[in-house]
């Protein structure tokens, strides 16, 4: 009996709709109600925010896609306040564990006021060697007017702050070329020293690490003008002053990797610059005791 009330009002609705259209239609011209007619349906048109959806596989022709690597790394450390479903890992050799998106879930990433919505999918699973797997990707959805913005802006600015993310994430490393004319690691590096538990001149510490700090903020400058992006420091005085003590402290200040170059190895010219090229880019590179692996000249 109710199911046939509510047919009976959803008639007389309808029925009263047709009537006023009907109305509405004598009164005004047809030239007028067309002209409105076309307004409503543009504006409604316009109106409606035009969404761009942006699909990012983990895995683009058989190789990994190493932006999909970034905005992972980068969407961990703000997936954490807004997900509610989340996964937690420690890769080996890094320093501190990380939470990463499970499928499905979404977050919002606002940058410089426009809204990002970020979801992690996973694709259809593929039956590998009687063992199911299936591959990631994520889905990046804003409004279309900031296209230009995602493009030269945002994806480039992920793409920075996920390698300073994986930089400082990782475990700096001892190597040596003892073995010969290439670097060897000798394992991580973990001296204890840093410039707040050395002893030195209170004005001389301070203006060390102002100079590290320009140095480092400068790597774009020295590109810019065509310069190698390097820095040089002359430490002597006798066994037991602190020089090993303040070359770990600046290394733990950087958080830069260790070269302990062994100069008695190097045999000619063409070894040492194999040596500094294969050096990574963010590094100490320790050259002790200069003064004992010169030959005297015999006379």
Known sequence: ME??????????????LMFVRGAVREVIPAEVYKAAKTTFFYLFTNLQTKLVTIHIHEVENDSDNDIFNSVRRYLSSKCFASSKSLRLSKIKN???????????????????GVKLTWSLHSDQVEKVSKSESSRSFFKLCFEEKHKEFVDSSYIPYIMEEAEISKFKNRRKKLFTNRSGDCWSQVGQFSHPSTFDTIVMDPV??????ADLKKFVNKSKFYTSVGKAWKRGYLLYGPSGTGKTSLIA?????????????????????????????????????????????LEPKRE
């Not at 009330?5 to 007389?12: A, I, L």
Request: charge should be negative; charged fraction near 25%; hydrophobic fraction near 40%.
């Open 3 to 16: 199911a046939l009330m509510d047919w009976k009002s959803m008639g007389y609705l309808y029925a009263s």
């Open 94 to 112: 890094s320093k501190n564990h990380t939470y990463t998106m499970v499928p499905e879930q979404s977050m919002v990433d606002m940058v410089d």
């Open 204 to 209: 001389l510490k301070q203006e060390i690490q």
């Open 249 to 293: 402290a600046i290394a733990n200040y950087l958080d830069f990797d260790i070269y302990d170059m062994e100069l008695t190895s190097v045999k000619n010219n063409s070894q040492l610059k194999r040596l500094l090229i294969s050096t990574s880019s963010k590094s100490v590179i320790v050259l002790e005791d200069i003064d004992c692996s």
